[in-house]
């Protein structure tokens, strides 16, 4: 499947960064023709939950534009946001590999959101039938489970303050900007995220501001490259940094 074709079929997806586009290519450069045929695009509403935990998992989802969140309502019926996601990733190939009917996460989307919707049906089809794509496809849900399971073990260690450091050096790598990373989430969102009460975010937030970790500013936070080396420094103090 080239980018041609792919264009042809949904010129709404020119609206989407070049980059981001590769990446769709690039997870489809193998697959059959048939499949685009069973391609929706939809442009989702921030806010917007399109997989919810429970329900029957009929159709795999490629997030083409836009940042995803993952959220776990299990534990005392809180929202614990657990991941944020802004590749493109096969959401619902988990159900499949694992031979699951329903899904077992609850994604919602952080901001506008344009979504590539394949049914299940098809996608597995292609998946038990190209050895290549399946092995691609293990390797990616490896990937993400051994980050999730290595991150939850850090969590258990990890206090306020450096937890709270292991969360934004995740988020500068991802997101951010001329090298200054902009946080201008509620202390509830970062509550959700971390898994800590609102009063143990607001003293964590202090002391990393107080230690020159993050700079807070009146719409939010913000943290440079400097201030990002510190942080990871702080969560090494901690935790052993990554092998190569």
């Not at 899904?103 to 039938?129: A, D, G």
């Amino acid at each position: 499947m080239t980018k041609q074709q792919l264009l042809l079929h949904f010129p709404e997806l020119r609206q989407i960064p070049d980059e981001k586009l590769q990446q769709v290519c690039a997870h489809f450069q193998n697959a059959p023709d048939w499949l685009l045929d069973h391609f929706i695009v939809k442009t989702l509403p921030a806010n917007t939950v399109f997989i919810r935990e429970g329900q029957s998992a009929h159709h795999v989802f490629f997030i083409a534009n836009g940042y995803v969140k993952a959220i776990d309502y299990r534990i005392l019926g809180v929202e614990y946001d657990f991941i944020h996601f802004n590749d493109v990733y096969a959401m619902g190939a988990m159900e499949i590999l694992m031979d699951l009917t329903k899904y077992r996460t609850t994604l919602k989307t952080i901001n506008r959101c344009t979504v590539i919707q394949i049914p299940r049906e098809h996608y597995e089809q292609w998946l038990m039938s190209d050895v290549d794509a399946l092995r691609n496809e293990s390797r990616l849900m490896g990937k993400y489970l051994l980050e999730q399971g290595r991150l939850a073990r850090e969590y258990l260690f990890l206090p306020g303050p450096e937890r709270l450091a292991e969360l934004w050096v995740q988020k500068y790598q991802k997101y951010a900007t001329n090298g200054i990373l902009y946080i201008n989430e509620s202390r509830q969102q970062l509550a959700n995220e971390t898994g800590f009460g609102i009063k143990t975010v607001n003293r964590a937030v202090k002391s990393l501001t107080e230690a020159g970790l993050i700079t807070r500013q009146e719409r939010g936070i913000t943290v440079n490259h400097e201030q990002y080396q510190s942080l990871k420094k702080l969560i090494h103090t901690i935790v052993a940094p990554e092998s190569e």
